[in-house]
């Protein structure tokens, strides 16, 4: 006598019917367990990055793929402070911060009245806060402090030198931001709020490592022939 015949569709879902009852069954008699296999803990999820660490991790492969796309190619371990300050005047073309030379009829004028055809530049600020994620992001990926290149004493004289250079040119002075003392009037809060530094309306805000902006271009950057 033969076995009536069955299709694979038929015991394919006979199977699914007869997975869901072991699963139902485990769920009763070990509940503790299943709870613990369809619910991931706290510790294992994944948290979502900050938008500062996301830009620093674009801002970190950008450089990376600078260094290769270079002219020789760059390895990390050989970049120095002058390699940055190379990087630094490279990303002068993808900025938006309009520079007046010292021919222009309206350099120190914060607001010129007609355009021009001065140069757009990273500002300053952006600059500075690339930097500073930069440094961080070397040391985080295993570089150490003292070797650190984004830490070096010509970064920061190059950094001076175009603060120094835009606000003579844009007219803007960098101050430092007064602290507010405790206790004091309203009028006092009001007087320190004034003296606060004028912030960039380029493409970048000030701060050491906690500017949001970021400065990616949207291509791979081109190959660039070493001058050192």
Same mark, same amino acid.
């Not at 076995?3 to 072991?22: H, T, V």
């Not at 500062?52 to 450089?63: A, C, H, I």
């Not at 001065?118 to 070397?138: F, H, M």
């Not at 190059?158 to 835009?166: G, I, M, N, P, T």
């Given at each position: 006598m033969h076995?009536?015949?069955?299709?694979?569709?038929?015991?394919?879902?006979?199977?699914?019917?007869?997975?869901?009852?072991?699963d139902t069954c485990r769920a009763l008699l070990c509940p503790s367990v299943h709870n613990q296999k369809l619910v991931p803990s706290p510790a294992t999820a994944t948290q979502p990055l900050s938008r500062?660490?996301? =830009?620093?991790?674009?801002?970190?492969?950008?450089?990376l793929q600078y260094l290769k796309n270079h002219k020789p190619p760059l390895a990390l371990a050989r970049c120095s402070g002058a390699h940055v300050i190379e990087f630094l005047k490279y990303l002068d073309q993808f900025g938006k911060t309009k520079v007046h030379v010292t021919g222009c009829p309206y350099f120190g004028y914060p607001?010129?009245?007609?355009?021009?055809?001065?140069?757009?530049? =990273?500002?300053?600020?952006?600059?500075?806060?690339?930097?500073?994620?930069?440094?961080?992001?070397?040391?985080?990926?295993g570089g150490q402090p003292e070797s650190n290149p984004f830490g070096a004493r010509a970064v920061r004289i190059?950094?001076?030198?175009?603060?120094?250079? =835009?606000a003579k040119a844009r007219g803007i002075p960098y101050e430092k931001k007064k602290r507010k003392r405790p206790g004091g009037?309203?009028?006092?809060?009001?007087?320190?709020?004034?003296?606060m530094s004028v912030v960039d309306d380029g493409d970048g805000g000030g701060g050491g490592g906690g500017g949001t902006s970021g400065i990616s271009s949207n291509s791979d950057p081109a190959p660039v022939t070493s001058t050192l």
């Open positions: 076995a009536p015949p069955y299709d694979a569709l038929y015991c394919c879902n006979k199977i699914s019917e007869l997975s869901i009852l072991i500062y660490e996301s =830009q620093k991790r674009r801002d970190w492969n950008t450089f607001n010129p009245p007609a355009p021009c055809t001065c140069p757009l530049r =990273q500002a300053w600020g952006s600059l500075d806060a690339l930097i500073g994620r930069l440094r961080a992001a070397y040391e985080e990926n190059y950094l001076r030198e175009v603060k120094d250079s =835009q009037s309203t009028s006092n809060a009001a007087a320190t709020a004034a003296n």
